[in-house]
T-cell receptor, first 113, second 117 residues
Framework: KNQVEQSPQSLIILEGKNCTLQ??????????LRWYKQDTGRGPVSLTI?????NTKSNGRYTATLDADTKQSSLHITASQLSDSASYICVVSAREYGNKLVFGAGTILRVKS | NAGVMQNPRHLVRRRGQEARLRCSPV?????VYWYRQLPEEGLKFMVY????????ESGMPKERFSAEFPKEGPSILRIQQVVRGDSAAYFCASSRETGALSGNTIYFGEGSWLTVV
């Protein structure tokens, strides 16, 4: 079973609309959770990093939330743009995994005009 | 991607040849990580290195794969006697300190796409 599960697997929305991507994780004890954006054929780019004590963090139109009790995180994208089309990856680190980041499979977002 | 440089970006090798992938971390970063991404899958950890030391290679296959990060020069991921299953994107990342647990930003390169024919 994957330690980091993301949903939906893919999503299509109209330009200007909002959307929310979900991430559930099982790794414990938890150190931090990151959201990355990966354009096709490119490397991942960091959007947010949250420790277990943080509930929300924003980066422009991106807002990440974290509930460490239920082990859930979400990434909310406001007023989507065509350039938001990418894979959004939830990444968790925990002491039991040492220096490794555990990656989810990602949610592929496509923004249509 | 804040300066992590990987080359080559694309590499084609015949089965049995060697593939050598290079990574120059962000200036001032002494921690380097290698990840592999198969088509339609998430990134998988391979190896974590500091200058001249392999800290964690638990994600790297024991045979045919090796990695180094010398005192001078880039980090190298070497795959000997490549097979079709090695075809993947290989991403290098770097951080200033121990990135994964410390919460420091880990910067990724643009990746090296290996195709084995």
């Amino acid at each position: 079973k994957n330690q980091v599960e993301q949903s939906p697997q893919s999503l299509i929305i109209l330009e200007g609309k909002n959307c929310t991507l979900q991430c559930n994780y099982t790794v414990s004890p938890f150190s931090n959770l990151r959201w990355y954006k990966q354009d096709t054929g490119r490397g991942p780019v960091s959007l947010t990093i949250m420790t277990f004590s943080e509930n929300t963090k924003s980066n422009g139109r991106y807002t990440a939330t974290l509930d460490a009790d239920t082990k859930q995180s979400s990434l909310h994208i406001t007023a989507s743009q065509l350039s938001d089309s990418a894979s959004y990856i939830c990444v968790v680190s925990a002491r039991e995994y040492g220096n490794k980041l555990v990656f989810g499979a990602g949610t592929i977002l496509r923004v249509k005009s | 991607n804040a300066g992590v440089m990987q080359n080559p970006r694309h590499l084609v090798r015949r089965r049995g040849q060697e593939a050598r992938l290079r990574c120059s971390p962000v200036k001032g970063h002494s921690h380097v990580y290698w990840y592999r991404q198969l088509p339609e899958e998430g990134l998988k950890f391979m190896v974590y290195l500091q200058k001249e030391n392999i800290i964690d290679e638990s994600g790297m296959p024991k045979e045919r794969f090796s990695a180094e990060f010398p005192k001078e020069g880039p980090s190298i991921l070497r795959i000997q006697q490549v097979v079709r299953g090695d075809s993947a994107a290989y991403f290098c990342a770097s951080s200033r300190e121990t990135g994964a647990l410390s919460g420091n930003t880990i910067y990724f390169g643009e990746g090296s796409w290996l195709t084995v024919v």
